[in-house]
C-alpha cells in the first residue's frame, strides 16, 4: 500500500478528515480513562525542529509515547537540512531506520522533497504555508464545542498566514463557513484562494474575504494569530501598522454576536491580535484547542504510520 504524508490538508477529503477527527476523540476519551492504545509500539519517528515550538514539539513528542513509540528529536543545528547535506540524502537515510518524519520548517518545497524521497509519513509540523495539524486541532474543538460543523461560522481576523490557510481548508472542506477579514495586501496566496474556493464549492460552503471588521457578524468562533510570524521579523514594524484596527478585543466579540467563542494558535502577542480580556476570558477556548493538538496528532501517527 502506497504511504500518505499529511503535507496539507488540500491532500484529504472532507471524509478522511472527519475519520481523523473521530479517531482524536476516541483516543482522547481513552487517555482520560487511562487506556492506550500502542500501534507505535516498537517504532520510532524522528522530529525535525527548523522554528522555535512549545505546543508542537511537546504533543508531538509526548503522543509518540503515549502510543508506544520513540521520538527521536533530530537538532536542526546538528543535521543542517540543505547544508550540511540535501534534503533528498536526509530522506534516503533516515528512512532506512525510522518509521516517520515530523518536520518543523520554512519551506513547503522542503517538506514535498522529503516525503518525494521518503517511503514513511511525513507530517507537517508547520511550514511557512501550512499548519494542518492546527487546523485538526480547531475543527476538534469546535465540534466538541458546537456539536457540529453544519451552520458554524467561523472568522479568521489578521494575516493570511499559514494557520488562516489551514483553517480556511478545513473549513471548507467540512462545509463550514468561513470569513478572512484583514487588511489588503495580506490576503491569501492566489493559490490557497482558489484551493479554499474549490473545495468550499465541493462541500457547498462560502468562503469571503473583507478589509471590514463588520465581518465577524454572526460568527461562532473568531479565530486570529501573531501579525508577524516566524521567520518575517524584519517586517515587524510595518506590519503593526499594517494590522492596527484589527485586534480582536470585547468590541469586536461584542460584534460577532453573542455565544462567539475565540481562539488562537498560540502563542499569543496579548495587546496586538488579540486583547488580554479576549484571550483570557469565558469566551476563549484557546486552551481547549492546544489540548486538542496532543489527540489529532495521535490520531494522525496511528493513521499513517504503518
Ligand atoms: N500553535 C503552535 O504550533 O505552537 P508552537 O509554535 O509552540 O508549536
Ligand atoms: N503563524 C505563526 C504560527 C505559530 C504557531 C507562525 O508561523 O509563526
Redesign the pocket.
Known amino acids: 500500500m502506497k504511504k500518505k504524508d499529511l503535507l496539507s490538508l488540500n491532500d484529504y477529503s472532507g471524509k478522511e478528515i472527519e475519520a481523523l477527527l473521530n479517531l482524536s476523540a476516541a483516543i482522547k476519551s481513552e487517555l482520560k480513562a487511562k487506556k492506550f492504545r500502542r500501534p507505535l509500539k516498537d517504532k520510532t519517528i524522528a522530529l525535525i525542529f527548523e522554528k522555535?515550538?512549545?505546543?508542537?514539539?511537546a504533543t508531538f513528542e509526548t503522543g509518540i509515547v503515549q502510543l508506544g513509540g520513540h521520538a527521536l528529536y533530530l537538532p536542526s543545528s546538528n543535521i543542517r537540512i540543505g547544508v550540511r547535506e540535501t534534503a533528498e540524502d536526509i530522506a534516503k537515510n533516515l528512512e532506512r531506520w525510522v518509521d516517520g518524519i515530523v518536520i518543523r520548517t520554512f519551506s513547503q518545497k522542503l517538506i514535498e522533497t522529503l516525503a518525494s524521497n521518503a517511503s514513511i509519513p511525513v507530517i507537517n509540523a508547520?511550514t511557512d504555508d501550512a499548519?494542518p495539524c492546527?487546523a485538526l486541532a480547531t475543527a476538534l474543538t469546535i465540534k466538541e464545542h458546537f456539536k457540529s460543523f453544519k451552520g458554524v461560522k467561523v472568522a479568521y481576523v489578521g494575516d493570511g498566514n499559514n494557520v488562516a490557510a489551514s483553517l480556511f481548508t478545513i473549513c471548507a472542506k467540512l462545509g463550514m463557513d468561513s470569513v478572512h477579514i484583514g487588511p489588503k495586501g495580506y490576503e491569501l496566496s492566489k493559490q490557497y484562494l482558489a484551493d479554499v474556493t474549490a473545495a468550499a464549492k465541493v462541500s457547498g460552503s462560502k468562503f469571503t474575504y473583507t478589509k471590514e471588521l463588520a465581518g465577524v457578524k454572526g460568527a461562532d468562533l473568531i479565530y486570529t494569530d501573531v501579525w508577524t510570524s516566524m521567520g518575517q521579523e524584519a517586517e515587524s514594524a510595518k506590519r503593526l501598522k499594517a494590522f492596527k484596527g484589527y485586534q480582536v478585543d470585547s468590541k469586536l466579540m461584542a460584534l460577532a454576536g453573542r455565544g462567539a467563542k475565540f481562539s488562537h494558535?498560540?502563542?499569543a502577542h496579548r495587546g496586538e491580535e488579540v486583547s488580554a480580556e479576549v484571550i483570557d476570558g469565558a469566551a476563549s477556548i484557546a486552551i481547549d484547542e492546544a489540548e486538542n493538538r496532543l489527540h489529532v496528532q495521535k490520531a494522525v501517527l496511528a493513521t499513517l504510520v504503518k
Not at 522555535?52 to 514539539?57: A, E, W
Request: overall charge positive; aromatic content about 0%; charged content about 10%.
Open positions: 522555535p515550538s512549545l505546543r508542537t514539539h508547520l499548519h492546527q494558535c498560540l502563542p
